[in-house]
């Protein structure tokens, strides 16, 4: 055991005269913070030998006071100039290693040079010379074994090589002067050596602790990297998602209006996909988009001169910007490749199936001034070939400007309208499948234009998107519906539609929350309708919305269900109370096959997630019958009522409450 810990502590002496092979950032740090400091060292050297050399010029022969220092002072100057060379060559490990190893052999002959140069001059010296060179000895020891302080190995060998003979023959002269000196500069040493043992030991753990620091940044900056390319992916096909597109749309703008140059958007849309998706599921229409996407990309990739950036909107929508200065030909040329490649079968499980896409260019600068119009332009001509050119592709132009043009009416109009007395507010009944009853009323609104007549919703609440005024007239609509329903009785509740602008807004959800506090009705006794597209604006802006509408017990409805792709990931993520299914599924559900399967899914899905299943449609008692068998919890349609206005809901519950007593009546007799 003794023999043991004697080798243990041996091994840790000899580590001490090494340089570490196995840690590559220290032995670099060594070398950066040591090759600035080497010059000092050597001029400390070369400084203090001329002053020696010049007391002993008189005093000893040329060869030791001229000619042995001379060539010390030479050696001294070349490895000073060879460091001084080394602070701008960029060097790799292995060679770092090999310059502080080749240091540590050259310090020991080095020191002991300078050493034994020193005693060979001390005899021929009077009392002061003497001591000068005692002086000189313990002055450049310390300043040697400051510079080398970031190579403790170095400074150990120099230590050992000029102290442990400097106290030796300075004890041997007897002279209690120098005898003290040499013990002083013992002490010194010590001191000096513990000191440097300290310093590297801290200086080692600053390294591993920047490593540390470092190796936390790159995974720092790693992570904000993939939740930066998460951001603005699209999680389904891995493309750009639509908050990079319009990034990008914004950045290539910019820069066609500082070169004055021509830059595109495009926007495509799939035609046939909602068939697809309603006949063979959303899984299925998953790769379909999924396809879709890779073969809009490579038509893309290998478009040339110009750069087309790729990103997907939602649903079944793609946007492209298209750099390069393109011209119209370009355009059409890119929309004719897309739509080949798109229209070509896709393969499916049991059969195959096509699509074609209908595309909308708008070309700055002739189409707009500002990318958001540039992208409303695309958008525009969009609309137009999905309802004249279906499957082609159309450019904005003068003519479809004068169209919009004609939407602008009704923008103007409803800028100025009075929500107060020119909309008015219907109800239509959502029933109870199972008892009849009516368990609810959902809200709708009709505008009344002094100038236009009736405008129906389809046309004004978008135009109320368009110009911001939704929100304003969500809220003056909340008001008057919440008044309504106030006259209710306790068990019927109130649906009201909220639009993507007022649950994706910052601050949009807030207002409505003010109205809801201050209308005197109980919160538990609503159900707010939000669409799929709403959601898919800003997924978690709506998230949140939802959540805080929750937390006031309002109930919470995902309308239009079985329209988008998406619609299964948003019942699995969302708080909902209750899913609306499309009225398209119903018309035709006896009928249909295909349509029965759906509903039939549907009402199961809901089923095994305890949401409640609300139809829309509902129009014979065919239909009714079916949905009832199917397990569907509510209905509504005009099989029950048509949309009323609030006065006449009094009268449609007492006639609702004497037609179920009738119809038990007849159960009982």
Not at 135 to 152: N, P
Not at 272 to 282: L, T, V, W
Not at 370 to 386: F, G, P, Q, R, V
Not at 484 to 494: E, Y
Request: aromatic share 10%.
């Amino acid at each position: 055991m003794p023999v043991a810990r004697f080798k243990s502590h041996l091994a840790a002496v000899v580590d001490l005269f090494r340089v570490p092979v196995d840690n590559p950032e220290l032995t670099r740090a060594q070398f950066e913070a040591f090759s600035k400091q080497i010059p000092l060292l050597y001029f400390i050297l070369i400084t203090n030998t001329i002053a020696v050399a010049y007391t002993y010029v008189p005093l000893a022969p040329a060869s030791l006071s001229m000619i042995v220092p001379g060539a010390l002072i030479a050696v001294a100057g070349y490895r000073t100039f060879w460091w001084l060379r080394q602070r701008h060559v960029v060097r790799n490990d292995a060679d770092i290693l090999r310059s502080l190893r080749l240091t540590n052999w050259i310090a020991a002959p080095i020191a002991a040079g300078f050493t034994a140069w020193s005693f060979a001059l001390y005899p021929y010296g009077d009392p002061f010379a003497k001591s000068q060179v005692a002086f000189y000895m313990a002055v450049t020891v310390i300043g040697c074994i400051f510079s080398l302080m970031h190579l403790r190995s170095s400074a150990l060998i120099v230590t050992l090589v000029v102290d442990v003979p400097y106290v030796v023959f300075y004890f041997a002269t007897g002279e209690p002067t120098l005898e003290a000196m040499a013990v002083n500069n013992l002490l010194v040493t010590g001191a000096m050596v513990t000191v440097l043992t300290i310093y590297y030991r801290d200086f080692a753990d600053l390294v591993a602790s920047r490593k540390s620091l470092l190796a936390q940044q790159a995974a720092t900056q790693a992570l904000s990297d993939e939740n930066f390319r998460l951001a603005n992916l699209d999680s389904l096909t891995e493309l750009p998602n639509r908050r990079r597109f319009f990034a990008e749309l914004s950045s290539a703008f910019a820069d066609a209006e500082r070169r004055h140059v021509r830059v595109a958007v495009g926007i495509i849309d799939l035609d046939g996909f909602k068939p697809i998706n309603d006949n063979y599921g959303h899984s299925v229409g998953d790769r379909v988009l999924i396809e879709a996407g890779r073969r809009i990309r490579e038509v893309c990739e290998g478009f040339g001169p110009q750069r087309v950036e790729l990103a997907r909107l939602g649903g079944d929508e793609f946007g492209l910007v298209v750099c390069g200065d393109p011209e119209d030909s370009d355009l059409m040329r890119l929309g004719e490749r897309i739509g080949d490649q798109v229209r070509l079968p896709y393969q499916l499980d049991t059969a195959h199936t096509g699509l074609s896409c209908s595309i909308g260019f708008a070309l700055f600068p002739y189409s707009a001034t500002t990318s958001e119009a540039l992208y409303e332009c695309a958008d525009y001509s969009l609309y137009h070939a999905k309802r004249h050119l279906r499957g082609r592709t159309v450019i904005f132009s003068s003519e479809l400007e004068a169209e919009i043009r004609s939407r602008g009416v009704i923008e103007n109009l409803l800028r100025t309208a009075d929500f107060s007395t020119e909309m008015d507010l219907v109800f239509q009944p959502i029933v109870d499948a199972m008892s009849e009853h009516t368990a609810g009323f959902e809200v709708l609104a009709r505008w009344h234009s002094s100038r236009l007549g009736l405008v129906s919703p389809a046309d004004f609440i978008p135009a109320a998107e368009r110009i911001g005024l939704i929100r304003p007239l969500t809220q003056a609509l909340l008001r008057r519906a919440l008044a309504t329903a106030r006259t209710w009785p306790d068990h019927i509740r109130l649906s009201f539609n909220l639009s993507a602008h007022d649950v994706c807004a910052a601050e949009g959800i807030l207002p409505l929350i003010s109205i809801i506090e201050k209308s005197g009705l109980s919160p538990h006794r609503i159900d707010f309708e939000i669409t799929e597209t709403a959601v898919t604006f800003d997924f978690i802006r709506a998230q949140q919305s939802i959540a805080t509408l929750k937390a006031m017990g309002c109930g919470v409805s995902l309308d239009d269900f079985g329209t988008g792709y998406s619609s299964l990931s948003h019942v699995h993520r969302l708080p909902l109370d209750k899913i609306k299914v499309d009225r398209s599924f119903v018309s035709d559900i006896n009928d249909n096959p295909v349509s029965y399967k759906i509903i039939k899914s549907l009402t199961g899905l809901c089923d095994d997630m305890e949401i409640a299943c609300v139809v829309e449609g509902v129009e014979t008692r065919a239909q009714l019958d079916t949905l009832r068998r199917l397990g569907c919890d509510f209905i509504q349609g005009y099989y029950f009522a048509k949309p009323m206005p609030g006065d006449a809901i009094g009268d449609y519950l007492a006639k609702e409450e004497l037609r179920l007593a009738g119809a038990a009546a007849k159960v009982v007799a």
